[in-house]
């Protein structure tokens, strides 16, 4: 399939993506504290993408398009500059405060902007009220998405989104061309593999440095490498799992990277890879297209 055909096949799925979207008030504008009765709170369908979730109607959706979800609210809360804050509110409508720890931590905050130029992964800690607080990751101006990955002890694993707006002057950027190779602060990571939507597919991300080999890649949230997946449009989320974990007798610190990855429809994809070495965590981006006309003689 050539360059034009998959992009204006994009755009005409992206069209119906975004309507069904309008349709359940999956795409909302920027949510602030005032706006914490949202016609989603307390909605009790499935479990915002996560295989295990029980039956409902958006039983089969991807996780981070709700703010609300099995009687859990995503709802932010007013700061001093500089500052984000957040609570999680739970069926009984007061803030959480008992989570399981996932990843090594109770609470993972992704922050991404709508273009796709900006994105964090940060780690909030929470006040005896249930206040998860951070120094704002929201770098630049623009509509940015937070999404809260998280458990609350005895219930099931959920990522809830919320829309943030950052005042100031704001251009989008147009998304990177699909490649390869992505270069950051001298290391180029190598991505082999190929998305096929609504399948399992392996991703291996292979680290280098100065062009050698990078083989002592240190743990990071218990893995070696920890991967993001945002789909262009309405930014759904796909957290994806290593294979294997550090101590396992098997999984090496490098130079590769594998990853299991199931991303729910075709589509552009934005890959963030976050991974450690001398004690710094990096970041390396792709442009991933998942296109099942791809795979249509395999």
Known sequence: MNTATKLSGFALGLVAVLGAAYGVGLVTGPVTPAESGHPDAGHPAGGGGH???????????????????????????????????FRVTGPDGHAVTAF??????????????????????????????????????????????AFADFTPTGAK????????????????????????????????????????????SELTLTVRRDGEPVTDLQPYLGAYGHLVALRQGDLAYVHVHPDGAPGDGRTRPGPEVRFRAEVPSAGTYRLFLDFQHGGTVRTAEFTVVADPADHAHD
């Not at 039956?55 to 996780?63: E, F, I, S, T």
């Not at 992704?110 to 607080?133: C, K, N, Q």
């Not at 943030?164 to 270069?183: E, I, M």
């Open 100 to 145: 399981d720890v996932e990843h090594d931590k109770r609470m993972h905050l992704i922050v991404a902007r709508r273009d796709l130029a900006g994105f964090r992964h940060v780690h909030p800690t929470m006040d005896p009220d249930g206040t998860w607080r951070i120094a704002s990751p929201l770098a630049e101006p623009g509509s940015w998405r």
């Open 157 to 200: 694993p959920l990522t809830l989104g919320v829309d943030v707006a950052v005042p100031g002057g704001f251009t989008p950027r147009t998304l990177p061309a699909p490649a390869a190779t992505a270069n950051v602060d001298g290391y180029a990571v190598t991505l082999t593999g190929e998305l096929r939507p609504g399948a399992a």
């Open 51 to 85: 295989e295990d979730a029980p039956g409902g109607a958006d039983a089969h959706l991807p996780g981070g398009l709700l703010v609300s979800d099995q009687g859990y609210t995503l709802t932010p809360v007013s700061t001093p500059a500089g500052e984000f804050a």
